[in-house]
Each structure stands twice: as structure tokens, then as C-alpha cells.
């Protein structure tokens, strides 16, 4: 169903409960309705440590947020926690709700809350069970304007509504009082604007981390190669991870992971000459800045998920790849399988080069 005329809506509801990566790319779909329909109220529905990022960032005017773990809990607490999300959204008497999270869970927020308008897709991406149905009245396809990225999926419902898209990059700027904290903080650790790789090791599953062990020769002999000084980036639960890179490599290395909130993350990736890391929201939020990007990628084809906007070269083994992990994969799912691990340092050495010389990168500026 294709509405060519958009109405004036006053309130929007945006149905997004995944990932920081899926929320950076569903920022240009905010764009979009930000500047198709001046004035609405926009609100998205996504996790509780992700408020004040899309807010500050200007991606939502407000935020209705709900707690995974809960969600992931006993039926009780799933119960409880799916009405009191509901009961919240509903308070807003939401003209449209678009829902781009596309999960059993989201359906039946968007049936409840049962604006006029709901935006939905069709087919949806795992095929209804039995008792299922979708509460959808206005249609999207699975990657609308006849793009394959995943960025084309978050863009789909522009093209069910009838609106004509005006930005298609995700592009996400630190404030100015961002920038002022990172730059302090890269100052107290010596480093210098656009002089130091930022790194990402983590991912959300073990199968999509890189080796620390291959990470950290990587980076032995990039930082070797150019000058360049390497900043460690992550969650605090990536800790981990960094110590096992930093016990590798120069001491040159600055372990980041962990001390930074969102917003400063952002600010600290806008300043980095290039991004190296896994596939992951830090990817995502790199190349929303402006920064050039080297991802890697395991199974999942990173001509769908891979960075958008900037130079960048994304890293996949040899498919279909023989299997190093029996009893940690569970292919077929692309984020559950550990193709990434084999990846081999070399390659990833080589695209780390081949973008700093296409972005004219010289050794003499980096020291």
C-alpha cells in the first residue's frame, strides 16, 4: 500500500530496539521526517542507555525507552515490561508509528498503541507464525528506492508514505562541548587530532571479534609503518579484550575502552584519520563523522552492512569458509558464525594502507 500524499502528521512514533549501529542508520530516516514534517514530535522507542545520544544528537525530539534484559527475561517480566511500554506510548496518541524493528515484539507494540497511520513490512523479514499478524496498514518493502544496504531497509518507509528522501547518509556530529571533552582528553594522553587510528576489538558476539592477537600485530606494524598512535575504543565489558591487545603490542597504545559515554565516543571517532574494527555500532558511528573506515567482516555480507558515506574498505575471508569454530558457530546466522577469524593480518594491513594513501596521508604529517 503506497500513500502518495503525506498527511500533516503532529506525532511520530519510530520503532527501533536494536543496536547503536541500527539507530545511526535509522538516523537519516529521521532526517528524512524531520524535514518532510516540520514541527512533528518524534520520539524512539529503543533501549534506555541510548536516550541521551538521540536526543543530544537531534535524532529524536524524545525518547520512550524500555530494558532489554527484561524483555529477555522470565514471561512475567517480559509481560510486565511489553505493558509498560505500551501504556507509555500510548499516552502520545501517536499519528504514525513506523516500525523498523520488524520483530514479534514490535508488532504487537505497534498494534496496541494503534495509531491511524502504521507503517510496516511486507513481507517482514521472518515469516508470521500462526496466531501472528500484521497490525500494519501502509506498507514498505524490505529495502525500498532499490537498494540492497541495510540503510535502504531503515529508508523503505519514506518510499511507502510517498515522501522523496533528501539526505540518504547517516550523518551524526559531536557538539561542540563533545569535541572540547575529547580533545581534552586526547591532549592528557598526548595524542593529536586526526593523528592516531581509533580500534574497535569488540562486537556483540564472540564470533564477530577479530583476534586480539591478530588485532594487535596489525597494529604493531601500522603504528611502526606511519607514526601514527593507536587509541582502543569499547564498552566496558570489552575490557577484556583491550588488555589482551595492549599486552601485545608498544606501549604507545591508549586503552580507551571503557571510559567513554556515547557522545564522547562519537567526538573521540570524529578526530581519528581512520577507523580499524569489527562490524559493529562503533563502525557505524565512525563513518557517520566523516572518518574513513577499515571494517571486518565475517558472514555478514558488508555490502549490506557495511559502512555508507565515506571511503572505506571492508574486509571479508573467502566464502564459503572453512569452518574454524564447530562448536561457537551457529551458521547460517551471519552474527552468530566466526568466519572474521579467518581473516589474516596482511590483508588488513594493506586496506589500513591503501586508505591512508587514498586520503593522502603522509608520514611526515603524522609526526
Known amino acids: 500500500m503506497l500513500q502518495t500524499s503525506p498527511a500533516p502528521f503532529r506525532s511520530i512514533l519510530v520503532i527501533q530496539t536494536k543496536f547503536i549501529g541500527d539507530l545511526v542508520l535509522a ?48 514471561t512475567l517480566e517480559r509481560g510486565k515490561e511489553l505493558y509498560a511500554t505500551i501504556r507509555a506510548l500510548r499516552r502520545y496518541r501517536f499519528d504514525l508509528t513506523i516500525d523498523i524493528t520488524d520483530s514479534k515484539t514490535s508488532r504487537i507494540i505497534s498494534r496496541f498503541v494503534n495509531a491511524p497511520t502504521r507503517v510496516g513490512y511486507n513481507p517482514t523479514e521472518r515469516p508470521l507464525r500462526l496466531l501472528e499478524r500484521q497490525p500494519a496498514n ?14 535502504y ?7 511507502a508514505l510517498g515522501v522523496e528522501p533528501r539526505t540518504m547518509i547517516p550523518s551524526i556530529q559531536p ?16 595524542l593529536r587530532p586526526n593523528a592516531f587510528i581509533a580500534v574497535h576489538a569488540g562486537a556483540s558476539f564472540e564470533g564477530r571479534r577479530w583476534q586480539p592477537e591478530r588485532f594487535a600485530a596489525a597494529i604493531t606494524e ?3 609503518e606511519t607514526g601514527l598512535d593507536v587509541v582502543l575504543v569499547g564498552g566496558p565489558d570489552e575490557r577484556e579484550i583491550a588488555e589482551r591487545i595492549v599486552a601485545r603490542t608498544a606501549p604507545s597504545v591508549v586503552d580507551l575502552v571503557g571510559a567513554m559515554s556515547l557522545e564522547r565516543l562519537l567526538a573521540v571517532l570524529k578526530q581519528a584519520r581512520l577507523f580499524l574494527g569489527n562490524e559493529s555500532g562503533p563502525m557505524h558511528m565512525a563513518a557517520a563523522t566523516g572518518t574513513p573506515v577499515v571494517g571486518l567482516f ?28 564447530k562448536d561457537v558457530c551457529r551458521a547460517p546466522d551471519p552474527s552468530r558464525a566466526c568466519c572474521v577469524w ?26
Not at 562541548?177 to 598526548?190: G, I, R, S
Not at 565475517?298 to 574454524?324: E, H, K
Request: proline share 7%; aromatic share 8%.
Open 27 to 74: 538516523s537519516a530516516l529521521a532526517e528524512n521526517l524531520r524535514l518532510e514534517f516540520p514541527g512533528a514530535k518524534l520520539v524512539f522507542l529503543c533501549e534506555a542507555r541510548f536516550e541521551s545520544f538521540l536526543i543530544s544528537h537531534g535524532i529524536a525530539s524524545e525518547v520512550v525507552t524500555f530494558r532489554r534484559a527484561r524483555t529477555q527475561g522470565t
Open 138 to 151: 501502509v506498507f514498505a518493502r524490505p529495502f525500498g528506492f532499490n537498494g540492497q544496504h541495510f540503510l
Open 153 to 159: 531497509r531503515y529508508l523503505s518507509p519514506l518510499e
Open 175 to 190: 557538539l561542540p562541548m563533545e569535541t572540547a571533552e575529547a580533545l581534552a582528553l586526547l591532549d592528557k594522553h598526548q
Open 222 to 224: 601500522i603504528a611502526g
Open 298 to 325: 565475517g558472514l555478514t555480507d558488508p555490502s549490506r552492512w557495511g559502512p555508507v558515506g565515506v571511503l572505506s574498505i571492508s574486509l571479508q575471508p573467502p566464502m564459503p569458509c572453512a569452518c574454524m569454530a
Open 342 to 367: 579467518g581473516l589474516e593480518v596482511k590483508p588488513v594491513v594493506d586496506a589500513v594502507r591503501e586508505v591512508l594513501s587514498r586520503t593522502e596521508m603522509r608520514l611526515d604529517r603524522a609526526i
